[in-house]
C-alpha cells in the first residue's frame, strides 16, 4: 500500500519561496511507471494540478504557475519536492502530493499541508 | 487553460440517485477517454472513485458510476447513503500534457 505524506513550513512571506517535501513509503518513486504529482486547493475553491515529475525524472508543469514552479526527486530519501518562488497571498492553499498513473488520474494522495501566505 | 465546468451543488435523499456533469473541450474531456473522479471528505486524502471515464478502483462501490458523451463526463450516485456527502472532483489530461480539474460540486444527502 504506497502512503504519502507532505511536509513543510505552515508560513510563508509573500516574495519568498514556497518549499514543500512528499515522503512516499510502500513504493519506489525512481521505479515502475510512476508519475509524481502536487495539486493543491485555495480556502473555498477547487483543485488545481501543479506539475509532476515521473519516475525517469522528466517534468511537467501548469502553464498557468508563471514558469516558476520546480519539482525534483531525491532518490536516497524516496522523497519529491516542489519549490515555487515568489509567492503571493494567492498561492495559500492546501498542497496535496499525489502519485499518477502518468498524468492519467491519480491513485494515491497523501492528507494535504495547509501553507498560508501572509506576512 | 479554464477548469472544467461542473455544477456547484447537487443534492438528494437516501436511497435516489443523482448525475454530476463535468464539461471540457476537444482538448481535454472530448480528446481522450481519460476522465477521472475524486471524493474529497473535510480532513482526508481525496479518493479516486473512477477512471478511464467509467472504471472503478477495487474497493468502489458499484454504486457510482461514469459516463462520456463528447465534451461532457458524468458522474453518477445510485442508493445515495449518507457518507457520500462529500465535494466531487472531476479531471482530465489534456493535449498538453497537462490536467485540469473541474471546479468542484458539493454533493448534500438530504
Known amino acids: 500500500q504506497v502512503q504519502l505524506k507532505e511536509s513543510g513550513p505552515g508560513l510563508v512571506k509573500p516574495s519568498e519561496t514556497l518549499s514543500l517535501t512528499c515522503t512516499v513509503s510502500g513504493g519506489f518513486i525512481d521505479s515502475g511507471d510512476d508519475f509524481w504529482h502536487w495539486i493543491r486547493q485555495p480556502p473555498g475553491k477547487g483543485l488545481e494540478w501543479i506539475g509532476y515529475i515521473s519516475y525517469s525524472g522528466s517534468t511537467s508543469y501548469n502553464p498557468s504557475l508563471r514558469g516558476q514552479v520546480s519539482i525534483s526527486f531525491d532518490t536516497s530519501k524516496n522523497q519529491f519536492s516542489l519549490k515555487l518562488p515568489s509567492v503571493t497571498v494567492a498561492d495559500t492553499a492546501v498542497y496535496f502530493c499525489?502519485?499518477?498513473?502518468?498524468?492519467?488520474?491519480?491513485?494515491?494522495w497523501g492528507l494535504g499541508a495547509l501553507v498560508a501566505v501572509s506576512s | 487553460q479554464s477548469a472544467l465546468t461542473q455544477p456547484a451543488s447537487v443534492s438528494g435523499s437516501p436511497g435516489q440517485s443523482i448525475t454530476i456533469s463535468c464539461a471540457g473541450t476537444n482538448s481535454d474531456v472530448g480528446a481522450y477517454s481519460f476522465v477521472s473522479w475524486y471524493q474529497l471528505h473535510p480532513g482526508k486524502a481525496p479518493k479516486l472513485m473512477i477512471y478511464d471515464v467509467n472504471k472503478r478502483p477495487s474497493g468502489v462501490s458499484d454504486r457510482f458510476s461514469g459516463s462520456q458523451s463528447g465534451t461532457t463526463a458524468s458522474l453518477t450516485i445510485s442508493g445515495l447513503q449518507a457518507d457520500d456527502e462529500a465535494d466531487y472532483f472531476c479531471s482530465s489530461y489534456t493535449t498538453s500534457n497537462t490536467v485540469l480539474f473541474g471546479g468542484g460540486t458539493k454533493l448534500t444527502v438530504l
Open positions: 499525489a502519485r499518477g498513473v502518468g498524468a492519467i488520474f491519480f491513485d494515491y
